[in-house]
């Protein structure tokens, strides 16, 4: 499993990587791996508000629905409009071509709830029994 | 319904699945593989070479006897007197108010030795319905834990299972919707050209303890043409694009064979059926929803249970849905008004409370090209 060190990860399998204010943001690669092929992702429209915890869109894969939780609070700058054509992406680059939202961040002391890399593979390795 | 408290079962390849990387999952009662190595790759595999399934957990019961026969048509819809040796048939087994109990295959495996093949979400339920209609003068057995189950589908099955039967076994000459006794790869293996994809092959019908041997020879004798390992995941996909319904998502108690577009295994003129009287009288009424095929014209992906809308009403529902891997396009299955279940017809599906234009087509949705 892929976990690059410098980003930051939520329980709900979302990675974040700050870029000043903002916050980019998509699902990990131990989870893309659980869910399977993915086929379809449903992303907000910037100038959506999201908040921490709580839903911002969805991923399908060939079998299964899953929501996606933001990992902090803030404003949708900029959806990856590449993956309506290409939602393998997610697959295949979950931490470059696969990232799903772009946030303008509200309160960035939210970032010190998200795990670092290695707190981040020992949960899953817990969660994977 | 599955008992989540009842431990699962398992078949007698679960090492081998485990050994092959499958990703397990509770099914019917069983821990089966959904997938190996993805859902899409295998479905292609499928359509463009061959795959292989483990459908052990599907039901087998044998009936024996000279009333064996009259038994089994009394209870389906479908002609099982024109039944000859070595024929199969598709059927529907339906209550007398016409709900389907259960879609099945029938094989005649001897002059009076008949197999009905179930769901295995239905064993229990089609074995108490079945055993309490049992006639005289036949035997009636539950033998779906002797029985392993193999699905060898897809354009190279052919020569790959002629491989390890001595001298071919004359696979051409089992006809689609025959079945044959053969001996391949050493086990005695009644070997059948019928499945669940819309691609030639082969269910592959063995003993339970025989079905690790006739895998791994299998998997090593088709490997070099493409022969793949696949899970329930794209068995579902590959029959999404067929539309060939699935009990308890398309079918079941509450739906009858001539809506649900059974009509074809239904026949009326046989002989007594249980169920055959409400049939035609439903037949003569008109049936008054049809199951239809549609795709999506907006972007998402139709999941069972999501409401069908026509002019902003609620009109149906979603049965099955998918993304199609070989079309590429969100398709959908689903109960709509008979008056509005004409090809091309406009529909909205209401997915996460929103509603999205999809438009109905002819089906199979999948064609060989």
Redesign the interface.
Known sequence: MELPSGLKYSREHEWVRVEGNIAVIGITDFAQSEL??V??V?LPEVGTEVEANNTFG?V????A?SDLFAPVSGVVVEANTTL?DQPELVNSEPYEDGWMIRVEMKDDSELSDLLEADSYRAYTEEESG | MTNPEQELRRTSLYETHKAAGAKMVPFAGYEMPVQYTGVIEEHRAVREAAGLFDVSHMGEFEARGKEAGAFVHKLVTNNVRKLEVGGVLYAAMCREEGGIVDDLTVYRLGEERYMAVVNAANIEKDWEWMASHHAEDCAFENVSDRIGLLALQGPKAESILGKLIPGGGDLAGIPYYGARYKDVAGCEVLVSRTGYTGEDGFELYCKSADSPVLWDALMSEGGSEGLKPCGLGARDTLRTEMKFALYGNDIDESTHPLEAGLGWVVRYKAGDFIGREKLLALKAEGVKRKLVGFEMVDRGIPRHGAPILIDGDVAGEVTSGTMSPSLGKAIGIGYVPASNAEEGAALEIDIRGKARRAQIVKTPFYKKS
Request: glycine share 8%; no cysteine.
């Open positions: 399977g092929d086929v379809y449903e969805v399908e894969s060939v079998k629905v309506e």
